[in-house]
């Protein structure tokens, strides 16, 4: 559609693993292939390897021995960053503090040598396409962080890179205008058709943004899949807790139904095991009349939020279990309820340790 | 009525305050009446009181001996801004960028001649470059020349640089220090050589510490007298001079208004470089 219109690269990792100097294993050797025009978010808490994993993508930082990078199946390892054609946006945006809006924005264009009319046009049209049209001559610290924030974004679109890099691009930013620039940030990723790789510690950034997301922790990769597999068929505990909210449940498995304090909960699987752990998410949880129900509890608070109201049920599990409740239900603190739980519903995690 | 009682209660608060503000200026206002309005005042007002009245001032642009030596001096004190600049920002910027053995060692021997007197360093540069000195030992010995430079003003010039690097690299490391590595890494990745990220985002970045610190070296070695007294033979700068004028020939006038005319000289080179040095940063920007 535009003059901007990238043709991605897709990218291989293999087995890279990533041992700093000073002996911190950021990154325990992890392969991962990402399709041409594909948004793959890396996702996990503070500390998992996220940036570390794109700095190696990037050609910022070497994999360990035996650690391999493929760009469009060419081994691009020992290739430094400038020459390997890819756009980055950084947390801080890393503007030139010494240039214009315009130069940042022409900076690539101009180390490539690109005569000045053809810098002009394509800066404009850049400009244009993420709405900062006035702002050309604008020194940096004359910008709103979500100025910044475009400026960054057509700085590393401009140059026609194969691969976009993005490490949390949206953190400094209030969370109104987080939700805005989320929505023009997907609309442009897909409008480019560029492979982007895009690091968050925000679940519902890498729910919406992602076309597949990894999830992280302590420099492993968790689990890869789309945003529906990660949130409804969560590999382990861990993923379940980080991504969406999770009851975890670990109770004793007799003939295909859990055995609680309140009750009994079947699931789909016919096994005995003597400690089980189970997942179920808030929101597939129903409240209903307590007499009767298999399973039941008493209300210990409820919390209304506009849309639905979270209440936390004590003595049907053997934790606190959250519910979600339609906003138009009376329900208090000491009230009785029965919980209905569909046995798909129940999804059954590894035990781990 | 509950903002009228407030302000009213807020006034006497309002007038301490002020008082307090007033109290202390006092001491800036006693120091540079002490040591520098009084005494620069006695200065230009001597300096004036020569045969030729407020033309002495002249002498120092007029007369070919004192304008000569005024040459020396502002050139020799150039050279030593320019590569104290250059040296101390290329050792300056390694050694905040790396960590090697023996890194904090170097660090404190560098800074070590901080310290120094000039007196002590023109010693220094007499041992390194006298007619006893080592390099002229080791030139004997493989040419069978005596290499003696301690004396001329390379000598002075290699004092001067002794005496401004550790200064100058100080500034630079916490100018460096200070540095977003983040801003390198987005020149790299928009395709930006070594070469060109040093020259169109490091020393952009670092140019006001460039300013700050390169005034202080020309400012130190515009006055720098005790290298020059040590070493002096055949070198002549304004300090020396106004010495001279002063204790030899008992000629005060001159004197003082070789002074004066140091001092607004020195003024006047520095203004120049820090308006030049603004607008270049900002053409470049
Ligand atoms: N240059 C370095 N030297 C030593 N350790 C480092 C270096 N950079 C990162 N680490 C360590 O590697 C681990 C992973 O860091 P990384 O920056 O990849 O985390 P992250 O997932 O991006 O976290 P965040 O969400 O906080 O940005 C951390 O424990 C960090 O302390
Ligand atoms: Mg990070």
Redesign the interface.
Known sequence: MSDVTAHGASVRIEHCGKTFSDGTRALEPATLDIARGETLVLLGPSGCGKTTMLRIIAGLELPDEGGKVLFDGKDVTSMPIERRNVGMVFQSYALFPNMSVAENIGYGLKIRGLPKNERIARVAELIRLTNITGLESRRIDQLSGGQRQRVALARAVAIRPGILLLDEPLTALDAALRDRLRGELNRLLRALGITAIYVTHDQSEAMELGDRIVVMGKGRIAQIGTPREIYFTPRNRFVAEFIGAANIIEACLENGQLVLPGGRQPITSRINLAAAVAMVRPESIRLVEAAGAALSGVVDSVTFNGEKQRVVVSGASDKLLAVDAPNQVQIKPGDRVGLSISPEAVRLLPPED | MQYGASSRRGAPWLMSHKFFVRLCLLPLVVVTAAFFLLPMARLAVTGAEGPQGLAGYLAILVEPRYRATLINTVLLAAATTLVTLIVATIAGMFLQRHRFPGRAVLIAMLTFPLAFPGVVVGFMIILLAGRQGLIGDLSNRLAGQKFVFAYSIYGLFLGYLYFSVPRVILTIMAAVQKL?T??E?????????PW?VQR??VL??LAPAFVASGAIAFATAMGAFGTAFTLATNIDVLPMLIYTEFTLAANFSTSAALSVGLGVITWFILALARSFSGSA?AA??
């Open positions: 977003d983040g801003l890494d987005a020149a790299r990745s928009l395709g930006a050589s060109a169109d985002v952009p970045a940063v470049a920007g």
